[in-house]
Nanobody, 125 residues
Framework: VQLVESGGGLVQAGGSLRLSCAAS????????MGWFRHAPGKDREFVSA????????YYAVSVKGRFTISRDNAKNTVYLKMNRLKPEDTAVYYC???????????????????WGQGTQVTVSS
């Protein structure tokens, strides 16, 4: 099982990025997927999640209204579109999946059990 993130980079404050996460080795279309981030010196933050159908979405307060999560089950891929980026959004962003369907809704981050290697997002002021 492998989750591979891409799309990170350096962007100025106010800019946009779209992260992608491609899953391989297993089909995750039946499971919720999400994103969390980890910045140096800070706790991990569960940023967003999406149900298997895409019908339910969760956002952390810090990103609500700026970030949009989506998925394409045919491609086994989940996306995170990030608009109006702020310097405090700087972090490594990780894709994750609740492969045992234990997280419930709103999701409990602790139940997500697979992670990718992460992609760096840096927002300059």
């Amino acid at each position: 099982v492998q989750l591979v993130e891409s799309g990170g980079g350096l962007v100025q404050a106010g800019g946009s990025l779209r992260l992608s996460c491609a899953a391989s080795g297993r089909t995750f279309s039946d499971y919720p997927m999400g994103w969390f981030r980890h910045a140096p010196g800070k706790d991990r933050e569960f940023v967003s999640a999406i149900s298997w159908s895409g019908g339910s979405k969760y956002y952390a307060v810090s990103v609500k209204g700026r970030f949009t999560i989506s998925r394409d089950n045919a491609k086994n891929t989940v996306y995170l579109k990030m608009n109006r980026l702020k310097p405090e959004d700087t972090a490594v962003y990780y894709c994750t999946v609740d492969s045992r369907n234990l997280a419930g809704w709103p999701p409990r981050f602790s139940e997500y059990d697979y992670w990718g290697q992460g992609t760096q997002v840096t927002v300059s002021s």
